[in-house]
């Protein structure tokens, strides 16, 4: 399984960005594709999640209302929309893969290599 995370950069707060996360290797029907991020000296939290098949989303309070998780299954890629972005948002963001997971670090199995996300202020 490979997860390839892109779309990171700088962006003043108020602005948005978009991660990619584009992912192959296997059928992912009963996977639940997520998005986590650490920023220095911090550990990894997560922030959203979304199942392959069954479009159910999970969002963490900090960052509901303004980013929106979503899927492409023809392309086999998982967005995050990141709108009114804020300076506690700068981290590296991770997109990771799990079976049937929800919210928990260790329900990923897989681990894309991490995309810099930096809001200025």
């Known amino acids: 399984v490979q997860l390839q995370a892109s779309g990171g950069g700088l962006v003043q707060a108020g602005g948005s960005l978009r991660l990619s996360c584009a992912a192959s290797?296997?059928?992912?029907?009963?996977?639940?594709m997520g998005w986590f991020r650490q920023a220095p000296g911090k550990e990894r939290e997560f922030v959203a999640a979304?199942?392959?098949?069954?479009?159910?989303?999970y969002y963490a309070h900090s960052v509901e209302g303004r980013f929106t998780i979503s899927k492409d299954h023809a392309k086999n890629t998982v967005y995050l929309q990141m709108n009114s972005l804020k300076p506690e948002d700068t981290a590296v963001y991770y997109c990771?893969?799990?079976?049937?997971?929800?919210?928990?670090?260790?329900?990923?199995?897989?681990w894309g290599q991490g995309t810099q996300v930096t809001v200025s202020s």
């Open positions: 979304i199942t392959w098949s069954g479009g159910r989303i």
């Open positions: 290797g296997r059928t992912f029907s009963r996977y639940t």
């Open positions: 990771a893969a799990g079976v049937e997971a929800a919210m928990g670090y260790d329900e990923y199995d897989y």
